[in-house]
Protein backbone atom coordinates (compact mmCIF):
# COMPACT_ATOMS: atom_id res chain seq x y z
CA UNK A 1 0.00 0.00 0.00
CA UNK A 2 0.88 3.48 -0.86
CA UNK A 3 1.55 6.27 1.73
CA UNK A 4 -1.41 7.72 0.02
CA UNK A 5 -3.89 5.07 1.16
CA UNK A 6 -3.07 6.09 4.89
CA UNK A 7 -4.60 9.43 3.96
CA UNK A 8 -7.62 8.79 1.95
CA UNK A 9 -8.71 6.94 5.08
CA UNK A 10 -7.68 9.39 8.09
CA UNK A 11 -10.78 10.81 9.09
CA UNK A 12 -11.48 14.32 9.09
CA UNK A 13 -12.45 15.93 12.31
CA UNK A 14 -14.71 19.38 12.49
CA UNK A 15 -14.83 21.90 15.77
CA UNK A 16 -17.65 23.24 17.67
CA UNK A 17 -18.25 26.24 14.63
CA UNK A 18 -18.09 24.07 11.99
CA UNK A 19 -20.18 21.70 13.17
CA UNK A 20 -22.98 24.49 13.98
CA UNK A 21 -22.54 26.14 10.52
CA UNK A 22 -23.46 22.69 8.55
CA UNK A 23 -26.35 22.03 10.95
CA UNK A 24 -27.72 25.33 11.44
CA UNK A 25 -27.60 24.97 14.83
CA UNK A 26 -26.58 27.55 18.21
CA UNK A 27 -23.81 26.62 19.94
CA UNK A 28 -25.97 26.27 23.27
CA UNK A 29 -28.04 23.71 21.08
CA UNK A 30 -24.91 21.60 20.25
CA UNK A 31 -24.01 21.02 24.04
CA UNK A 32 -27.72 19.73 24.21
CA UNK A 33 -27.13 17.43 21.54
CA UNK A 34 -23.69 16.41 23.33
CA UNK A 35 -25.25 16.41 26.94
CA UNK A 36 -28.52 13.53 25.65
CA UNK A 37 -25.96 12.00 23.42
CA UNK A 38 -27.86 12.99 20.46
CA UNK A 39 -24.08 13.76 18.64
CA UNK A 40 -21.28 11.60 19.14
CA UNK A 41 -17.94 13.28 19.81
CA UNK A 42 -14.32 13.36 21.32
CA UNK A 43 -12.60 15.83 23.69
CA UNK A 44 -9.03 17.05 22.94
CA UNK A 45 -7.46 19.20 25.92
CA UNK A 46 -11.01 21.28 26.15
CA UNK A 47 -11.78 21.51 22.97
CA UNK A 48 -14.74 19.00 21.31
CA UNK A 49 -14.16 17.70 17.90
CA UNK A 50 -16.86 16.07 15.87
CA UNK A 51 -16.18 13.15 13.25
CA UNK A 52 -17.47 14.35 9.67
CA UNK A 53 -18.91 11.43 8.87
CA UNK A 54 -21.14 11.51 11.95
CA UNK A 55 -22.42 15.10 10.79
CA UNK A 56 -23.12 13.84 7.61
CA UNK A 57 -24.76 11.07 8.85
CA UNK A 58 -26.94 13.66 10.84
CA UNK A 59 -27.50 15.53 7.92
CA UNK A 60 -28.45 12.77 5.77
CA UNK A 61 -31.02 11.93 8.79
CA UNK A 62 -32.92 14.60 8.53
CA UNK A 63 -33.66 14.65 4.73
CA UNK A 64 -35.57 11.60 5.18
Not at 11 to 39: F, M, P
Request: aromatic content about 10%.
Amino acid sequence: RGLGDVYKRQEEWLDNEAVCRRLGISKRTLQHYRDTGKIPFSMVGHKCYYKESDITEILNAQKD
